[in-house]
């Protein structure tokens, strides 16, 4: 499976915005999917995963609340529903897929390009 992500921009603190990521491949709907993200000079981290079906999801504590993760097999597109954004959620945010329902950054095999959001106070 190939990822492209899409949908950053540049917003105001509380503004809402929505990514999303396409997958090409017959693999998506056998993939976890899931959001990470980078900001300025923090390491990446685990924003929110989706499991295969949907159903499932997790959340990381700093975005519980504010953000939805959800997915459509249908169109091989998985979403970043991000509302109440705050300048900290400024950052590059990568889509990416695993085997497996994980947090473990290590067990996604694939990778979006990264999408950069930008929240202005």
């Known amino acids: 499976v190939q990822l492209q992500a899409s949908g950053g921009g540049l917003v105001q603190a509380g503004d809402s915005l929505r990514l999303s990521c396409a997958a090409s491949?017959?693999?998506?709907?056998?993939?976890?999917m899931a959001w990470f993200r980078q900001a300025p000079g923090k390491e990446r981290a685990l924003v929110a995963a989706v499991s295969r079906g949907g159903g499932g999801t997790y959340y990381s504590g700093i975005v519980r609340g504010r953000f939805t993760i959800s997915r459509d097999n249908a169109k091989n597109t998985v979403y970043l529903q991000m509302n109440s954004l705050k300048p900290e959620d400024t950052a590059i945010y990568y889509c990416a897929a695993s085997p497996y329902f994980t947090t473990r950054e290590s067990e996604y095999e694939t990778w979006g390009q990264g999408t950069e959001v930008t929240v202005s106070s």
């Open positions: 491949g017959p693999t998506f709907s056998d993939r976890v």
